[in-house]
């Protein structure tokens, strides 16, 4: 337990010690169209909608695997099984999709 609280804290730290450096820029620095501001743009970007795509990728195996685990312990729910996979599915591919949509939004933004 008390593992979990101190690496609770320390990533807590970096991650607010790492916003630090961010205000230290002039205002509107960013929003110039250097090309460093254009390649951190897309990067963010691609970085976001792999990890939105590689969760949702775990999330759908989980959700097949409980389904199968489901079914082969009871064979006579296989009219109640589908409906909720295939709802829990949806839920969970439309993680990817409005990730998508964001992207979609924010790149040509980067590269202005």
Request: glycine content about 16%; aromatic content about 6%.
């Amino acid at each position: 337990m008390t593992r979990n609280v101190i690496r609770l804290v320390v990533s807590l730290m970096v991650v607010l010690f790492s916003a630090v450096s961010a205000f230290a820029q002039t205002p509107g620095a960013a929003e110039s169209g250097s090309g460093l501001a254009k390649g951190l743009g897309y990067i963010g970007a691609v970085v976001g909608f792999g990890i939105a795509a590689g969760l949702c990728g775990l999330g759908q195996g989980r959700v097949g695997a409980a389904a199968c685990e489901g079914l082969a312990r009871n064979p006579g729910a296989f009219k109640g099984v589908p409906l909720p996979m295939i709802l829990g599915l949806v839920f969970i591919e439309t993680l990817v999709i409005f990730t998508l949509v964001v992207v979609l939004l924010i790149v040509p933004q980067a590269g202005a």
